[in-house]
């Protein structure tokens, strides 16, 4: 149980274009939805909290026009990295949490993207 | 602020030794406290969690006891195998959203 489904697991474009990811709980409802961003050999940084129906909150330093969040359902969350550029390649990994706050979160596979 | 810190890697191993990651962490409140996982091109998997002081979680022949007085939740395991290398990361939760805080990850490699 507890699966969490990432889509694309791959993706490389071109500058300027948009991106979108989507993240979806399988086998349960995710109350909460979260979005990292991990660098090569590098810790997770949390770029954004989102439930369902609200808008996502950011951490700081993360651009809320540049990198997209939408929860429209408890299943699924979409990520759009808007127009972009070689710098926001990276391995973007989702996750769901069912339940309260302390109750564990369950990862997606992630995304690898590259841009050119 | 909340943080957590871990021994810094890569750790090589031959097959069955015995494994601790060490783990400490700084928090405001009673935080949860998790292992990760993660396997070469994956996401996250979840090995382990403690919720309050003096539990422990336990998996896969893994275990990590939450110690509130040495604010720590080192990973152990009897005897490691090959499939068990991987990067391993310490995590706490933080706020009510229960927005996990990471360790830097520590890089394991076991060699047959």
């Known amino acids: 149980g507890a699966v969490v489904s990432q889509h694309p697991s791959w993706v490389i474009c071109k500058s300027g274009t948009s991106v979108k990811i989507e993240c979806r709980s399988l086998d349960f409802q995710a109350t909460t939805m979260f979005w990292y961003r991990q660098f090569p050999k590098q810790s997770l940084m949390l770029m954004a909290t989102s439930n369902e129906g609200s808008k996502a909150t950011y951490e700081q330093g993360v651009e809320k026009d540049k990198f997209l969040i939408n929860h429209a359902s408890l299943t699924l969350s979409t990520l759009t990295v808007t127009s972009a550029h070689p710098e926001d390649s990276s391995f973007y990994i989702c996750?769901?949490?069912?339940?309260?706050?302390?109750?564990?979160?369950?990862f997606g596979d992630g995304t690898r993207l590259s841009i050119l | 602020g909340n943080s957590v810190t871990q021994m810094e890697g890569p750790v090589t191993l031959s097959e069955e030794a015995f494994l601790t990651i060490n783990c400490t962490y700084t928090?405001?409140?009673?935080?949860?406290l998790f292992w990760y996982v993660q396997y070469p091109g994956e996401g996250l998997q979840l090995l382990l969690k403690?919720?309050?002081?003096?539990d422990k979680g336990s998996n896969k022949g893994f275990e990590a006891t939450y110690r509130k007085e040495t604010t720590s939740f080192h990973l152990e395991k009897g005897s490691v195998q090959v499939s068990d290398s991987a990067v391993y990361f310490c995590a706490l939760t933080r706020g009510s959203q229960g927005n996990l805080i990471f360790g830097k990850g520590t890089k394991l490699s076991v060699k047959p």
């Open positions: 403690a919720t309050k002081a003096d």
């Open positions: 996750s769901a949490q069912q339940g309260a706050s302390n109750q564990p979160q369950h």
């Open positions: 928090a405001t409140g009673y935080p949860s």
